[in-house]
């Protein structure tokens, strides 16, 4: 009966929404190891860090013990225009299972970028702004953070250069103009605009490049030029700070309601949707408030929790940034070409990483045909045609959901529907093909790439 | 002070949603004139309407009479995965404008057909399916059509198959994979299936197509194949019934701040949306309630309002329609292949017809480059990608509120958001890089395709 009386979606009133960012490493006790300076082993110091990132977003960065940062005002006006965003009860999905498991996910797809990346693009785009800086440089993979980084700037009136990963360039062909309808310059990568790029097309010729690749690319150029600094749409203590708005939406929707889940899920590449998604759960697991399964979902074709080792290594494919401890494949794994699915990160925020590591959350993979079957069905029934990043959720939900209707189980699910897939209709065309194919690497492959990594 | 409080966007809550479409012409003191048999010139019989459409949407389609109908349950339910809609404050364009206006939309964008035409393909799709047909054919002009059918049909388990006017199929490539995610078949008309089609090609051969080609393909399929029917996404008083649920929301959201608008303004095609959004509010200008400006803005290349007659035509090219009594510029004309921006149409809703006819509507055209620069303005200050025909109601609202500043005036102003941009990055790119250009038909053009009209 209570059932009943849950909407499709939950909305927070305007008044409701946070007004803080919770950052969850002030509640771990065994915090994320600290960036490293490749050159000396030494800690990053707030002022090597405020060549590359501004100086604000340094401090967010490097703060492990402040558990609440205010969002700025300005940022909150632009949270208006798009948040909150809505908590859906997947009726439709439920009935067409015949599960009795009860499945919520939070829908972050609302908004011109199409993903939850414009949370922390509005927030790094106003720190740079204050900082009086001229623009800004960042990598795209599967082009949704681009997208994000250019309404932000646009908004904001700040430069935009964005580096995008070749593949997701070529597939994506009409990313570049939504970009250019906000005024951003973007270039596929690995381009010969920088040393890095030219040194990797020169080592790797045709390479389809990687988030690695760009991310490289993108701190070359803001190092370089003056008024300009890097951000990063993902892996990022900061990013996960800004995207804890996502959870802290979320869990206050489902506390309106008195629901109290019993597995969170969310898709991992870098970890800035999970890491925002699961915050206040993770908060209350870890004050041993409350206890939930909270699994982090990525691809069989790059999967770093599931199958890489937890050690430091470099962020970037160019080996020009700081190391971070984290499940990594190696700086030097680029994700196979066929793989369509974004996610294509061969590391992990350090926080996430070190949170796997000592056992608050699991981790599975999933093969990207797979991925996409789950998505055409969620589309079918929810109406919502998702993201194959977000998919990689869905497909585990709905799993969960058909095991539920074995057991009888009534679980109640939450994941996280990161973005929609109105960009990534080559990919779906592919699969309506039958042209999609999987692909796993081997235990070779894997071995070759992590003994790349660096000695510290 | 008042504006203060209220919201960037209003919500209705799920309780608060239109539980009853309102039917325009039940107000009317001039109702619309009937559809006629274009063979014996006699208004046309539920029992000849019905071998084209489902007996219920006949039934409504004919109803000059019943002010309110009842949403069936099942399409409520649906409904609620996409709606309510939000009535949109404008506060960050209003800033950059430096305007004293107010202004509002509605936007129907958020849902992944990405217009508001899924109201009435749902609608349309549980009547198909209550009298037990195997599935439905139609046209789709800029594909939104056409993917909110897909998406109905997919939900409720019928057969779809969709004519998609040329121009826009080889301008839009994946509009044909979301449509196809969602099961549909999508041929590109005019095409060699029909016997219309063929006609048509054999008269204008390279002809890039016409919502009027592709209604009369779509509809000799239907009346060709047992247990099919044909279902339209405009024009009709049975969309404009359906589409209704926008007005209605949007003047429950409006009461609800107690704002009371001065102007409503929508982009016109053949009307769906225009007819949806402004219903409640000409119920109070039919009755002496209230008054409202309501302006109607159609494209410069396709001006039925501003520049056609208002006499009986066929609401298709290939004939084989009913004749309507509308504004229009003859069912020969089929609008330059350099507009890109939809409302391709070369008629207009009998019902919006006669409205404007009888002194309660305005309409201005616009043309495209500058529905386009519009467009991109709003996207970078509102953060959403309009679709180009919602960007036509765009641009007057933004002129409007321009004017505002000159006088002073803080005139509210409400407009309706159609949908989004996502799959009309081609036309984007042309505007980028300054390939668009714009077309006004000649006045020889237009008595030309005006000449054709049937001798009623």
């Known amino acids: 009966m209570s059932n009943r009386e849950i909407p499709y979606k939950i909305y927070l009133e305007e008044n409701e929404m946070p007004k803080q960012w919770y950052n969850l490493r002030a509640d771990m006790k065994t915090k ?16 090597e860090l405020s060549h590359v990132f501004c100086e604000d977003l340094v401090a967010q960065e490097l703060d492990n013990d402040t558990a609440y940062f205010d969002i700025p005002e300005e940022i909150l006006s632009f949270y208006k225009m798009y948040r909150p965003s809505p908590l859906v009860r997947a009726y439709c999905l439920e009935k067409a299972l015949g599960t009795p498991a009860k499945i919520y996910y939070k829908f972050e797809g609302n908004n011109t970028s199409g993903s939850h990346k414009l949370n922390s693009a509005i927030a790094q785009a106003y ?68 040393e890095v790029g030219k040194k990797i097309l020169a080592e790797h010729p045709g390479t389809t490049g990687s988030l690695g690749c760009a991310i490289s690319e993108a701190v070359e150029v803001a190092t370089t030029h003056e008024g300009y600094r890097y951000v990063l749409g993902s892996v990022l203590n900061q990013v996960l700070l800004h995207q804890s708005v996502i959870g802290l939406e979320a869990k206050a929707a489902l506390d309106k309601y008195d629901i109290k889940p019993d597995v969170i899920i969310g898709c991992a590449g870098g970890g800035s949707n999970l890491g925002g998604l699961i915050a206040p759960f993770m908060r209350d697991k870890l004050l041993g408030k409350a206890d939930y399964r909270i699994i982090a979902v990525e691809p069989a074709s790059c999967p770093s929790f599931t199958r890489g080792v937890f050690a430091y290594d470099f962020c970037d494919t160019g080996k020009i940034c700081p190391l971070a401890k984290m499940y990594t494949l190696g700086s030097g794994f680029i994700p196979a070409p066929n793989h369509a699915g974004g996610l294509r990160f061969h590391g992990m925020s350090t926080t996430l990483s070190q949170l796997y590591h000592d056992g608050y ?11 996409f079957e789950a998505a055409e069905k969620f589309a079918r029934i929810e109406g919502i045609l998702p993201a194959p990043e977000s998919s990689h959720a869905i497909k585990v939900a709905i799993d969960m959901a058909e095991e539920c209707k074995k057991t009888g189980e009534e679980k109640t699910i939450v994941f996280g529907l990161t973005g929609t897939g109105y960009f990534d209709l080559v990919a779906y065309e592919k699969f309506h093909n039958g042209e999609m194919t999987d692909y796993i690497p081997t235990d070779d492959e894997l071995s070759q790439s992590i003994a790349t990594l660096p000695k510290v």
């Open 127 to 194: 720190y740079a702004k204050k900082q009086g800086l001229k623009g800004v440089t960042t990598e795209t993979g599967a082009g949704q953070w681009g997208t994000a980084l250019s309404m932000a700037c646009a908004y904001l009136g700040l430069d935009c250069k964005v580096y995008m990963v070749k593949v997701s360039y070529e597939q994506k062909p009409f990313r570049r103009e939504v970009m250019r309808t906000y005024g951003a310059s973007v270039v596929p990568s690995p381009s010969m605009d920088t």
């Open 361 to 371: 959350m699991e981790a599975v993979s999933v093969e990207q045909t797979k991925v």
């Open 32 to 47: 994320p190891a600290p960036l490293l300076n490749p050159g000396t082993g030494a800690p990053m110091t707030a002022d």
